[in-house]
């Protein structure tokens, strides 16, 4: 049919070549506990929601459950404030016992207010509580427990992304995600604290645009960006699900590291 | 038949409740220009992929087309800088032009030295180069064009979205986004600089856990998370899609604005 405006039609190509990112969060992952096998629970996951991992997938995979599996977590009993714990925890009004654990999680304190303390943990990520979470970690009998960051999360990641290629025989990324706030914007976003099997970072130096420009912005953090992606459909709360399958991961693979997205001391311009 | 342990057998209401978030690069969207409409081109553009629109879907769109939409291109040579501008521009060893269009564009520098200049824009938000861009913006004969953010971009994304009602009869969100750097992260991730018909920022206050202990952290930044995982798809440099169909954002819609996502300078730690 002749038309003035011909449409475009779609063809098989056109659809073949469409790039698309999906990402499924993983239901059915049974409680946590040390020494759990994520690889095993991960693998269960995937086929539980009716799919099967392939090779470029990447699984994305809450910090609390790779800390969980790791025995990261603390009995606050256990725990004595040091006189500087029992000052910092004074300025921003939080337990001198999870303070105490921040202090030792962490290389500087950037800023303390009420309500707030920004550390610069041992991995380098500036965060708030260096990462410490309070909430989600049952522990028996009412005891009181908290949850620290993998020792290793990039280690974690790799070992995770190993424990799929055995069970799965395909080669996946992973990435563990958390949540960081921002200095200048309100809210948490995801973003990747472990990394295995895709770059963290995307180097464009050397790219050009459209009109052959070179492109000013040299580098993207990919790894970031899938973290923050697979947070949003992690969700929070009760129906939280700690892990995501994605699929259309569309930057080309190679072996990096979380290592990768923290800037260097020598660039930080808001210390 | 009966085995020691049993599979978690997946229902059609499993599958229905999967949670899922689909992110379609929309491609052939045609070079925009002033005067361009937006809705229309995205219309097209999501039945040139093989799509319809649906309620609920939310089109995150690249600020850049927005502003071209918008006519927000200078001509770098009617650009006469100021003293200010001068100083600035050595320090940073940036063409003074843009620099004065930044200055123009701005509240307050934060930080500049060589190769970096942070301002607050007066939307708010706290960017590199108050977010002008000099890549990709084609002048007729060679001749040197910035583009400048949306005037308005929660405005952009309120009238984007009322088009996208009438050309398709349903009700969709809008992100309009950008690329920003991290103070302590390295890479430039996506962020909502417009949003229409989605929360920007989900509040969990009130929300438990699964021990039932309230959460901490009270407020997810949803728009830039959906923000982020639209740039990864988005791309960069040449094959570049400045459009993404996403379906399946998670969260309850409500009326918003990317304005929420700005940390007020009273609370602000890093300035």
Same mark, same amino acid.
């Not at 950037?110 to 509580?129: D, P, Q, S, W």
């Given at each position: 049919?002749?038309?003035? !405006? ?10 073949? /070549?469409?790039?698309?990112?999906? *990402? ?6 049974? !409680? $946590?506990? *040390? ?13 539980? #929601?009716? *799919? =099967?991992? @392939? ?14 599996? !790791? ?17 910092l925890a004074r300025i921003a009004d ?8 921040? *202090?030792? @999680? ?29 909430? #989600?970690?049952?522990?028996? %009998? ?16 790799? =070992? ?16 563990? #995600? ?6 200048? =914007? #309100?809210?948490?976003?995801? $973003? ?10 995307? %180097? ?6 459209? !009109? ?26 009760? @129906? ?6 994605? /699929?259309?991961?569309?930057?080309? =693979?190679?072996?990096?590291?979380? /290592?990768?997205? $923290? /800037? ?8």
């Open positions: 049919m002749l038309t003035a !405006e011909p449409e475009l039609p779609i063809t098989p190509d056109d659809l073949a /070549r469409r790039r698309e990112l999906k *990402l499924i969060a993983l239901q059915g992952i049974p !409680e $946590v506990e *040390l020494g759990s096998d994520l690889p095993r629970l991960l693998t269960a996951a995937v086929e539980h #929601n009716g *799919l =099967r991992l @392939e090779s470029d997938d990447v699984v994305v995979i809450a910090q609390k459950i790779v800390s969980k599996s !790791e025995g990261r977590s603390v009995r606050l009993a256990t725990v004595k404030p040091s006189p500087r714990a029992l000052e939080k337990d001198p016992r999870l303070v105490e654990l921040m *202090l030792s @999680e962490s290389r500087e304190v950037l800023r303390a207010k009420t309500g707030v303390l920004i550390l610069e943990h041992r991995l380098g990520f500036v965060m708030a509580n260096a990462g410490i979470d309070q909430s #989600n970690v049952p522990g028996s %009998d009412g005891e009181e427990i908290a949850l620290l960051l993998p020792s290793d999360p990039d280690e974690s990641a790799r =070992r995770i992304r190993a424990g799929l290629r055995s069970a799965c025989g395909c080669d996946v990324g992973v990435v563990i #995600n958390d949540s960081f706030g921002r200095a200048w =914007r #309100n809210g948490v976003t995801g $973003v990747a604290i472990g990394v295995a099997g895709i770059p963290a970072l995307v %180097d464009l130096r050397g790219s050009t645009d459209r !009109e052959g420009r070179m492109l000013r912005v040299t580098q993207v953090a990919a790894a970031d960006e899938l973290a923050a992606a697979a947070s949003l459909v992690m969700g929070q709360a009760d @129906e939280g699900t700690p892990a995501v399958l994605a /699929r259309g991961f569309p930057y080309a =693979r190679r072996e990096s590291a979380a /290592r990768e997205l $923290v /800037r260097p001391h020598a660039e930080d311009l808001f210390r």
